[in-house]
């Protein structure tokens, strides 16, 4: 396995104007990682960012191992849907521009007091993967899908939209992205979810969360049980992070672990331990 670091794990960094993605890429050879994540939830010039990112990345020799698009698929306006499409498009040309061959992507969501229902939504999701996996595939690149919301937050719902993805498409461009905390929020051991998953898998996000303290007031995850998971450094948390590199090894995957740190202590050195911890796991 290789070990990258996604820019997530500098949001609070980004949106307070302490970095940007060329300066990422140079913090991230400076802590050890072996690649990067980019998203494009960070980009502010979409015309004149590439050029900076690619120097930077020549000037730390370091590759990008996947790029990350947010889309949702959950929308009943075709119109809405094909806009969310485009989004995956976007991010399948800025990773054949990069170098890179993985673009993580999502199902979709609906707020609580959505009147979209189940059935409608997923159908939704399918379709939309199917076109991005037709696309993704022309362009010889893969596609992961987080464990990320309700519709696709289970095992057994990724699993199953990976393969009624696969089948409608006609191409096995689509497979997983298990993130290693998100499964928590559903009530599913991480360790377990994986299993069920990881030979699904294109690549991984490397995370850490903690049941949040009694009276904690600060920002944390909440759980559909009602409970609530505050992120931490890789290996300081209640993730079985040992056995969810188990069962990727065992499944066979050796693509890329990338660190995604969700801590409120700030990451440029709660980033840096995690990286030096997750070297102990891999």
Known sequence: MKLGVSMWSYVHAWKAGKIDIPGFVHEAKRIGADGVELL??????????????QKALEETGLPVATFSVAQNFAKPDPLDRKAELGKI???VNEAVRYGAKVVRVFAGDVAADSPI???????????????ASVYAESNGIKLALENHGKLAGRSDQVKGIIEDVRVRSGV?????????GNFL?????SHEAIRD????????????????PEGFDGFAYGALDGSKFIGTAIGEGSVNLAECVAALKSAGFEGWLNVEYEAEEDPFTGVTRSIE??????
Do not use: C, S
């Open 277 to 282: 911890n997750a070297r102990k796991f891999i």
């Open 197 to 212: 998953v990881a030979k699904y898998a294109n690549m991984v996000h490397f995370k850490d969360f903690t049941p949040a």
């Open 40 to 53: 494009d939830f960070f980009y502010k010039d979409r015309e004149k960012e590439p050029a900076l990112i």
């Open 117 to 131: 229902n189940f059935d409608d939504a997923r159908n939704w999701i399918v379709e939309g993967l199917a076109e």
């Open 172 to 180: 096995q461009a689509l497979g997983a992205n298990p993130d290693t």
């Open 185 to 189: 929020l559903v009530g599913q051991p």
């Open 89 to 91: 498009e976007f991010g």
